[in-house]
C-alpha cells in the first residue's frame, strides 16, 4: 500500500535545502540524543488492566531507539489511588529502561474544574479556585494568573518532584551537569477570560502597549474616547466568532487579546517555574504546544486564537517541544529559526502519526519519509518523536483488538506493523545522524 499522505510530503525534499548543518541534540547523561514518544497508559485497555501489554510496548521502543515517554501525569491523574497510575508508570517504565517527561497540567492548569476538582484543590493545596467567564457570560477556566492557581501548581510540581525525582525522570546534560526535566502544562493554551477582573489587566496591558488611547485608536480604527470603555465581551470589535479563511487575518484588536492571553499564560507559568527552583534549583522546564509556530495548517490559527496560544506562550520554559502536524515547510522552519533566535530555548520536533503510515518497507515512499522526517529533525530541532504510540482517540500507530470494531477506523495489526517499522525506521536514521 502507498501512502497519499507520505507521498505528497516527499514531494517537500524538492523544496527544501538537500543537506542542513545539523544542530547539537539535547543528550542524556550516556551520551544518547532525546527520542520521545507520547505515550497513554491507563486511558484505553489493553494497557489500563495489564501491565504485561505496557511491558511488551516498552521493550519494543527501546529496542527500536526510543528513551523518553511523554505521558499524561496531570493532577487529575494523582488524583486516583492516590497517585496509582503515576506509580504504576514509574514503576514499569523504570523495569524497562525508559525515562518519563510528565505533563503535570493540561492547557495550563485549565482543568481544575469546576465541582468535584474544585473541592479537591481545597483539600490538596489549600486553595480556592476562582473561575473566569467566556465572551457570553458563561462560567469558564480558572484565572491561571490568581495566586491560588499558581500555588496549586507549585505545589503539585514540587510534590511530584520529590516522589519521582529520584526514580527514572527524563535528565539530560544541560550545560555539564546533569538536571531532571518536567513540564508545567501539556498544549499551551488558557480559553480565557473575559470577567471584570481579567478585562481591566488587558486595559492596563494595552496602556502598556500602546501609551496613548490616540494610538491605539489609529492601530485599531477605533474612537474609543477612554481607556475603561475597551470591553473584550463585545463581539462588534473583539469578533471572536467570526469565521474567515487564514489569508483574511484577525482584527487588531483580537490579535491583542491573544497576545496579551498568551503573555498571562507565559507569565503564570514562569511564576510556578521560579517557585519551584527556589526549593529545586536545577529542574529544567519543557513547555509543549500542539502546533508549530507561524504553522499553516488549517487548525492552528483557530487554536492560537481560541487557546491565546502565541509563541510567547511558550517563553518561561528552557526547552519547547512542537506538535508538528508534519514535516514543515521552508517558512515554518524560518519561523522556528527565528524564535529560536529570539529566545535561546531548545526545540524538539515531534510528529503526528498519521493513519496512512501503513507504508511498505522498500518502497520510494518509506525511503522518502524516513530521510524526509529524521533528516529535518536532525537539521532544525535538537530532539525527535512521535505524537503517538497509542492515543487511541487521535493519531497513532498501536492497534487494539478490545476497541469496538466501529471506533478501529479501518486500522489493523498489520497495518500497525508497517506504520512502526516506518517510525522505527525514522529513528534508526536519526540517531545515525545525530551520532557524535
Known sequence: MCSAFVVGQAALLLALPAFAPRREPLRLPDGQPLVCIYY??????????DDGAIRADLRRLRAAGFNTLLIDHEWSQALEGPWKWLDRNHRLATEEGLRIVPWLSLKSWCDILPGDRETKALEWFGVRVPYGETQTGERAAPLIYDEAVIRAGTRYTLQYLERYRAQNLLTLRWRSKDRPVVSLSVESAWDGSFDDRTNERFRRWLRRKYSSLARLNSAWGTDFRAFGEIDPRDPRVFDYAAERPRTDGWSRAVEDHVEFRSQTIRDSLREMARRVRARQRDVLFLAEIPYQYESAHPHADSYRVRYGA????????????????????ADEIAALDRHR??????????????????VAPGSPAFAQSVRLYADQAADH???????????????????STAM??????????????RAFG?????????????AP
Open 40 to 49: 497513554f497508559p491507563q486511558w484505553w485497555e489493553p494497557w489500563r488492566t
Open 404 to 417: 469496538p470494531v466501529s471506533e478501529q477506523g479501518g486500522w489493523s495489526q498489520e497495518r500497525a506493523e
Open 381 to 399: 530541532g535538537q530532539g525527535f518523536g512521535f505524537y503517538s504510540y497509542n492515543e487511541m482517540g487521535d493519531t497513532h500507530i498501536a492497534f
Open 310 to 329: 502565541n509563541p510567547s506562550s511558550c517563553d518561561w520554559a528552557d526547552i519547547v517541544l512542537f506538535r508538528c502536524t508534519g514535516p514543515l515547510s
Open 422 to 434: 516506518l517510525v522505527a525506521a525514522m529513528v534508526a536514521r536519526y540517531r545515525e545522524r545525530v
Open 341 to 358: 533566535k529570539r529566545s535561546g530555548q531548545a526545540f524538539v520536533l515531534t510528529y503526528r502519526t498519521y493513519s496512512d503510515w501503513d
